[in-house]
């Protein structure tokens, strides 16, 4: 079945629009950001505002690892709190955004590199709802979730995520939510506001390889260097951004958000494809 076949069959539920949304990478840092006004989540506030409303929205949390590839499937998510040691305000956040059933039988129909599970247990964990709660706090937006088999490749990964490329045409959002450098290991509470210098230079090597259109350089991340081991000690906050690349297209306009280092070893460096 060809692309041209496949986007006919979403017409049912969302008919295919003029202008494609964009798509966005966002670095989501500490669940803290989910209620704190700061700098990152007014960022992602103003971004709600500055793009086309959605029809739905689809997140690619790095925090929802499976065997196999799953996709949120029910009408009502649950908001998952899957974290520990943080203050009670946080637990206390719900995000009641509604699902989207029938979405998420067409997007698995799309999606021919695999068999996509429907799944009805998951819900939305804060790598998507502290980002999507201060975009759209309304929570009037269907929210889905697809999860990231574990046990593929990097390669596997960016092939799958160009079969989403049609989405973009039916008004929906593409969010990829991790981080580009993530050590949680080597934290430095003392750089709240700063990278060591290897984090700070893979930002900037990132940041290069993304505008140069460079992917196939970013999907074979293992072979850029000692200060990529350091950033990506496991790879489950860096594959995100490669489903926000596998949606882009030639027209993309491409820009960069949020570009700062933290907490020593955290990239906040966030993309907008439009």
Same mark, same amino acid.
């Given at each position: 079945?060809?692309?041209?076949?496949?986007?006919?069959?979403?017409?049912?539920?969302?008919?295919?629009?003029?202008?494609?949304?964009?798509?966005?990478?966002?670095?989501?840092?500490?669940?803290?950001?989910?209620?704190?006004?700061?700098?990152?989540?007014?960022?992602?506030?103003?971004?709600?505002?500055?793009?086309?409303?959605?029809?739905?929205?689809?997140?690619?949390?790095?925090?929802?690892?499976?065997?196999?590839?799953?996709?949120?499937?029910?009408?009502?998510?649950?908001?998952?709190?899957?974290?520990?040691?943080?203050?009670?305000?946080?637990?206390?956040?719900?995000?009641?955004?509604?699902?989207?059933?029938?979405?998420?039988?067409?997007?698995?129909?799309?999606?021919?590199?695999?068999?996509?599970?429907?799944?009805?247990?998951?819900?939305?964990?804060?790598?998507?709802?502290?980002?999507?709660?201060?975009?759209?706090?309304?929570?009037?937006?269907? +929210?889905?979730? *697809?999860? /990231?088999?574990?046990?593929?490749?990097?390669?596997?990964? $960016? @092939?799958? &995520?160009? !079969?989403?490329?049609?989405?973009?045409?039916?008004?929906?959002?593409?969010?990829?939510?991790?981080?580009? +450098?993530?050590? *949680?290991? /080597?934290?430095?509470?003392?750089?709240?506001?700063?990278? $060591? @210098?290897? &984090?700070? !230079?893979?930002?900037?090597?990132?940041?290069?390889?993304?505008?140069?259109?460079?992917?196939?350089?970013?999907?074979?991340?293992?072979?850029?260097?000692?200060?990529?081991?350091?950033?990506?000690?496991?790879?489950?906050?860096?594959?995100?951004?490669?489903?926000?690349?596998?949606?882009?297209?030639?027209?993309?306009?491409?820009?960069?958000?949020?570009?700062?280092?933290?907490?020593?070893?955290?990239?906040?460096?966030?993309?907008?494809?439009?």
């Amino acid at each position: 079945m060809n692309a041209l076949t496949d986007l006919k069959n979403f017409s049912d539920t969302l008919p295919v629009q003029d202008r494609k949304m964009p798509a966005l990478f966002i670095g989501h840092g500490s669940p803290m950001n989910g209620i704190e006004d700061n700098a990152f989540s007014q960022r992602w506030a103003t971004m709600g505002k500055e793009i086309p409303t959605p029809q739905a929205v689809l997140v690619v949390s790095a925090h929802w690892l499976t065997r196999g590839t799953a996709i949120t499937a029910m009408a009502n998510p649950q908001t998952i709190h899957d974290f520990g040691g943080f203050p009670q305000a946080l637990f206390d956040v719900q995000y009641p955004a509604p699902g989207h059933p029938k979405l998420a039988e067409e997007t698995a129909a799309l999606i021919k590199k695999t068999k996509v599970h429907l799944d009805h247990d998951w819900g939305l964990d804060h790598g998507s709802w502290s980002v999507v709660k201060n975009m759209y706090p309304d929570a009037n937006i269907p +929210v889905l979730q *697809l999860s /990231i088999d574990y046990n593929k490749s990097a390669q596997y990964h $960016y @092939d799958l &995520a160009t !079969e989403l490329a049609a989405l973009r045409k039916k008004g929906v959002l593409i969010i990829g939510s991790g981080n580009m +450098v993530h050590n *949680l290991r /080597i934290l430095d509470w003392n750089k709240p506001d700063g990278g $060591y @210098d290897w &984090a700070d !230079e893979m930002n900037q090597t990132f940041k290069r390889l993304i505008s140069e259109n460079n992917h196939q350089a970013l999907i074979n991340f293992q072979d850029l260097g000692k200060a990529a081991a350091l950033s990506i000690p496991t790879p489950d906050h860096y594959l995100p951004l490669l489903y926000t690349l596998g949606v882009k297209d030639k027209h993309d306009a491409l820009s960069f958000f949020n570009d700062k280092t933290t907490m020593g070893s955290i990239s906040m460096t966030s993309v907008k494809l439009d």
